[in-house]
């Protein structure tokens, strides 16, 4: 059934079955607002999906996943665990109502994984299928940018290059391996790792614009010095060999390109795969697998450019 033929009510009346309430909220999808008995800190992000950009894939159940994971990663790399998304939807009118609702089922189901919820949101008639999410997430201590300390290690959460690599397999037609495919269509996140490294924490950021950008962020407003070494990444090793085979730039896809979904921490803790250390001083410096130590630029993912 397309969605002209139910209209904006009816496709959200549907939509309210299929999602669970928890138990602090208030009220029941049916306001214009929603209520929450609340504590902690308030921690709260917001971003948006195009299709075309942010998908590779027409499939709902991939792109549903996929939406949550990347809008939770901004909340982990504050130290806050996601609990409520709200999610407004532009959706084109030819498309089925199966689409639809097979795209809110897999959201709740990545949802419920990070015991979190959708809680509500607007539904639209748009020319492309945009997405808006507004994540909230309750911490007991903020993970700033800005708190990184000397002696603090650097670690990462998971494999970092692949989702790249993936991006480029489809936007240039290249023969598609299955690894990086995956990381393309269906990052995932290490919840557990994240709740493990959080309390002990610093600061953090998620790499969604390339691990090169995001660690410059970190030690230009920390105002310290970061040391990584390139054989302590966690990089798939086909990554380097099909990137040989196919005249592309493995730097390009592991530092600059983004789209890893996988979360920095600044941690004085061995938790989490450790990559590099903190000291004072400014920059981000790279030691490469023959001992030399290079800067790493700051370059990564920008919209319009």
Not at 255 to 261: A, I, K, L, N, T
Request: charge should be negative.
């Amino acid at each position: 059934m397309r969605l002209t033929e139910l209209g904006e009510r009816a496709i959200v009346e549907r939509l309210r079955s299929l999602l669970r309430n928890p138990p602090e909220k208030l009220t029941t999808l049916q306001e214009d607002a929603e209520v929450f008995d609340f504590s902690g800190l308030l921690t709260v992000s917001v971003d948006m999906n195009v299709a075309g950009n942010h998908f590779q894939s027409d499939n709902p159940k991939v792109i549903g996943a996929k939406n949550v994971v990347s809008a939770a990663t901004d909340l982990l790399a504050k130290g806050a665990l996601p609990k409520y998304l709200l999610t407004s939807i532009g959706l084109p009118a030819d498309y089925g109502i199966e689409f639809v609702e097979e795209l809110y089922s897999a959201m709740d189901s990545k949802l419920k994984e990070l015991d979190a919820f959708l809680v509500g949101g607007d539904t639209v008639e748009a020319k492309e299928l945009t997405i808006a999410n507004t994540f909230i997430g309750r911490t007991e201590k903020a993970l700033l940018r800005s708190n990184m300390q000397a002696g603090d290690y650097i670690v990462l959460t998971g494999e970092v290059g692949s989702a790249a690599l993936g991006y480029t397999m489809f936007k240039n037609n290249l023969v598609p391996e299955e690894p990086f495919v995956q990381a393309q269509l269906s990052p995932s996140i290490d919840f557990e790792l994240c709740k493990k490294i959080i309390p002990g924490a610093n600061a953090g950021i998620d790499v969604s614009d390339g691990l090169g950008f995001e660690l410059n962020e970190l030690a230009k407003q920390s105002n310290k010095k970061i040391i990584i070494h390139e054989a302590k990444l966690p990089v798939n090793p086909r990554l380097y060999s099909y990137c040989a085979e196919h005249g592309l730039d493995s730097d390009k896809l592991i530092f600059h390109s983004g789209e890893d979904y996988q979360v920095v921490y600044s941690t004085p803790e061995k938790k989490g795969i450790v990559i590099g250390r903190v000291e004072e001083g400014s920059g981000v410096s790279l030691v490469r697998k023959n001992g030399k130590e290079e800067p790493l630029s700051d370059a990564g993912w920008q919209h319009f450019r």
